[in-house]
């Protein structure tokens, strides 16, 4: 049974940090890209980052880059978002998701159930 399971998420205030975790399970977690994405209150869904099966190219949009930084342990079937400079807009709920390939579309074979992030003072 494949799982993945975000924590971390929480109540921070601009301009804090927070780490977010997806522990995985049920799939050879090393051969998957993943990637988080996240939902904003009444907007769609919108990628955040990316990170090959290896762990040696990370990928952003350009509304987290240089605030955001995406890891992964696969020794540990674990992958991280590190968010930095948190803001306001920053607020959603963020979603792991897993891919056996890569792709720039919002389509995975795997999701998360998501972690809420609130932005606020």
């Known amino acids: 049974q494949v799982q993945l399971v975000e924590s971390g998420g929480g109540l921070v205030q601009p301009g804090g940090s927070l780490r977010l975790s997806c522990a995985a399970s049920g799939f050879t977690f090393s051969s998957y890209w993943m990637y988080w994405v996240r939902q904003a209150p009444g907007k769609g869904l919108e990628w955040v980052s990316a990170?090959?099966?290896?762990?040696?190219?990370?990928y952003y949009a350009d509304s987290v880059k240089g605030r955001f930084t995406i890891s992964r342990e696969n020794a540990k079937n674990t992958v991280y978002l590190q968010m930095n400079s948190l803001k306001p807009e920053d607020t959603a709920v963020y979603y792991c998701?897993?891919?056996?390939?890569?792709?720039?579309?919002?389509?995975?074979?795997?999701w998360g159930q998501g972690t809420q992030v609130t932005v606020s003072s």
């Open positions: 990170i090959n099966t290896g762990g040696g190219s990370t």
């Open positions: 998701a897993a891919s056996r390939l890569r792709t720039t579309t919002i389509q995975y074979d795997y």
